[in-house]
């Protein structure tokens, strides 16, 4: 592996792969520049390329401007030409509207009749008008009475049709084609709308007051349907472009698009599509301006020009919009013969530099054997009869000098791979004596009158939690669980000073906090590296079930009643080894039967998940209704199960668990009449990972 590791570095470093290169790369590297083919290459494809680019630019970009010109030009001159076209329709309409109104002022005495034939038959000679309609101020007529409105439309079945808008529309004089007309004095083209009730179509009406000696009598409309304006503008070709009528309020009047013809305003599309060039051009139109922008189409995104001129005499504005593809498409056409020309032109002097190339620097061919051999593992391939100074034999003696160092490397890395393994090796065997000095065994539980059982699982090869119990006599069992600053080995070897202390100062005579404190003291006074451990050391009655203990800075342990709520054993004095003369107090609680005393170390608090987030005492409080009924080894591998899935398998701190469960059933326990020594209860535990402990 070493090997193979070495020759896929050296691979990388000569063809430039890896991110770091060494010296050697970099004088390969500048004496693959200065070889005759790069020369070659350099001296006439650059130039030639850097002419050609050029020419291209300022060709595509001289030819861009003038296309945009006469775009430009020829889309204003189109629009300007187009609008005066619909603007002498829009005027005809209007002045025909205008012309009646003055007729129907100068002859006050016309009857109904006479009024209903001047509108038929001024309505059969302008086929281009759709309807016409003198709606009269109500009581203004003589012989008074209600309002009086007749209206004539075109109807593709009955030629023309009549209807009274007084009689059909009562408020008739509210109507958005009759009011303003009533209140300004003066005509007016009304915004496009569907005309529902009368001729029931869309449509655009021209309104024009009426006076009669100064008063003003009624109005008089000529309608104009957006159907006619969207076929004018259908007519007008402009490439794939196309034609628009917009109202002075910026509404469709005519639009390719059917559905946005007298339903949609230029800006409510640009709002709706996000297009604040359309909205800039829909405000310059409304305005009454001419003008040339560049917008983005609302369906497909391609860039557009749209070139618009006033009608004047409606208020409304034509616009003209052609894509941009349509304007560049001779100059990209043009681009392209000359792109051929370039393409062909240097795969002439390629073709040149190739040739000349193979007659100059075939002895190339040597050295690449060389490195081939090389990737293949080969570490005594070398270039053989080197000769000269030029370019070539200095690469070649500079390979054959890498290849030389090559193999020292990878033999240097052979010796550090043997020495990383012999440490791991001398460390799995401290992880074993480690192992060996934690308890292993206990008498079955019909013949103690409890069940134990304890995981230990180390962040690093060796750890620096541990657990303990022992018989401190034939009826009370010594229980510790205890937790040292740091990992590795500095923590383990610590742990081991530590365990051996506690089991000495643990006598019959001795209170847990008594043992604490002798423990405290020994530590204290030859704690040079300043460690520490957090500790919690209880004796159990295995008869009464009584547990008096003492907590030395330690995670709470949790007693588990059952189904019920459980009670935490809070510390009662501060760190081990930290302060010489620290005291510590003794509190007594019962365990009693079928309840559980579960101890941990922080490494199953202060687990990290994938985001930082602790485990912490609130997920292990959850578990604790969980592991409350089953057996201690079950609850132990429950929570170390759920910190490994928290964790994701990666522990930073030791992680060590211990459960006692106190038996159901009553009478003294065999333990005692058995009279079991200390030295019986546990013995050398074998090597791994993690220990468990029944």
């Known amino acids: 592996n070493s090997l193979r590791y070495g020759c896929l570095g050296l691979v990388r470093n000569v063809l430039r792969l890896g991110p770091r290169r060494s010296s050697t790369a970099v004088l390969l590297e500048k004496t693959v520049r200065l070889s005759l083919r790069t020369k070659l290459a350099l001296a006439i494809g650059i130039p030639l390329l850097a002419a050609y680019a050029g020419m291209l630019w300022c060709e595509y970009e001289l030819g861009r401007t003038e296309a945009l010109h006469n775009m430009e030009s020829h889309l204003t001159e189109l629009a300007a030409r187009w609008a005066a076209e619909a603007d002498g329709q829009l005027s005809t309409a209007a002045e025909l509207a205008r012309t009646l109104a003055r007729v129907v002022a100068s002859q006050p005495g016309l009857s109904a009749e006479g009024l209903k034939a001047l509108i038929r038959e001024n309505l059969r000679d302008n086929p281009w008008v759709f309807g016409m309609c003198m709606a009269f101020e109500p009581h203004v007529r003589a012989g008074g009475g209600d309002g009086f409105a007749p209206y004539y439309c075109r109807d593709p079945n009955a030629g023309l049709r009549y209807l009274d808008i007084a009689v059909r529309f009562p408020d008739y004089t509210e109507l958005a084609w ?19 009730g009368a001729g029931d179509r869309f449509m655009c009406t021209y309104s024009v007051p009426m006076h009669r ?90 860039t557009k020009w749209i070139v618009f001129a006033p009608v004047e005499s409606a208020g409304w504005s034509l616009a003209a919009i052609i894509p ?82 090559l193999k020292e490397n990878i033999e240097g890395r052979i010796r550090e791979e043997s020495s990383r393994r012999e440490v791991e090796g001398e460390l799995r065997a401290a992880r074993e004596i480690q192992a060996s000095l934690l308890p292993r065994m206990l008498p079955p539980e ?89 500790a919690f050391f209880g004796h159990y ?22 189904a019920g709520p459980w009670e935490t054993l809070e510390p009662t004095g501060p760190l081990v080894a930290v302060f010489p003369d620290a005291t510590f107090q003794d509190t007594c609680c019962r365990i009693e039967p079928d309840e559980l005393l579960f101890a941990f170390t922080d490494g199953v608090t202060e687990a990290n998940g994938a985001s930082g987030e ?68 546990h013995a050398p535990a074998s090597s791994g990972p993690e220990l468990a402990l029944n």
């Open 213 to 302: 000696q100064g008063q003003f009598c009624g109005v008089l409309t000529v309608d104009i349907l957006s159907d006619d304006l969207v076929r004018h503008m259908a007519r007008l070709k402009i490439g794939s472009g196309y034609c628009t009528l917009i109202s002075r309020l910026g509404t469709f009047v005519s639009h390719p698009d059917e559905s946005l013809v007298m339903r949609e305003s230029i800006f409510g599309l640009a709002e709706r599509f996000g297009i604040a060039e359309l909205a800039d051009a829909g405000r310059e139109m409304v305005a009454g301006r001419a003008g040339v922008r560049k917008i983005r189409d609302y369906h497909t995104g391609q």
């Open 541 to 562: 009655d295995v008869e009464t079930g009584e547990l008096v203990y003492a907590n030395a800075g330690h995670n709470p342990p949790y007693l588990v009643r059952g």
């Open 324 to 405: 941009e593809h349509e304007v560049l498409a001779p100059i990209r056409a043009r681009l392209l013969r000359s792109l051929g020309i370039l393409v062909a032109g240097l795969g002439v002097m390629i073709g040149i530099v190739v040739f000349v190339s193979i007659h100059v620097t075939r002895p190339v061919a040597r050295l690449t054997e060389a490195a081939e051999s090389l990737a293949h593992g080969n570490l005594d391939a070398r270039v053989p009869d080197v000769a000269g100074d030029d370019e070539i034999a200095r690469l070649a003696r500079r390979f054959n000098a890498m290849v030389t160092e």
């Open 178 to 196: 009759y009011r303003p007309a009533k209140r300004d004095g003066r005509p007016f083209w009304t915004e496009p709308y569907f005309d529902a």
């Open 614 to 681: 602790l485990f912490g005492e609130e997920r292990l409080e959850r578990l604790l209704p969980e592991i409350a009924s089953v057996t201690p080894a079950s609850a132990c591998e429950a929570v170390v199960n759920a910190v490994a899935a928290f964790s994701q398998g990666d522990l930073k701190d030791d992680v060590t668990v211990l459960a006692l469960r106190r038996a159901c059933f009553r009478g003294a326990p065999q333990a005692k009449r058995r009279g079991v020594p200390a030295p019986a209860v």
């Open 446 to 534: 019909h013949e103690r009158g409890f069940s134990l059982h304890a995981l230990n699982a180390p962040a690093r090869l060796v750890a620096g939690d541990f657990f303990d119990f022992f018989f401190v006599d034939e009826r009370r069992l010594a229980v510790v669980m205890a937790d040292v600053s740091g990992k590795g080995v500095p923590a383990a070897m610590y742990m081991a000073v530590a365990r051996t202390k506690l089991r000495d100062f643990a006598k019959p005579d001795r209170t847990p906090a008594q043992t604490l404190g002798d423990l405290n003291r020994c530590l204290a006074e030859e704690n040079d590296r300043g460690m520490f451990l957090s």
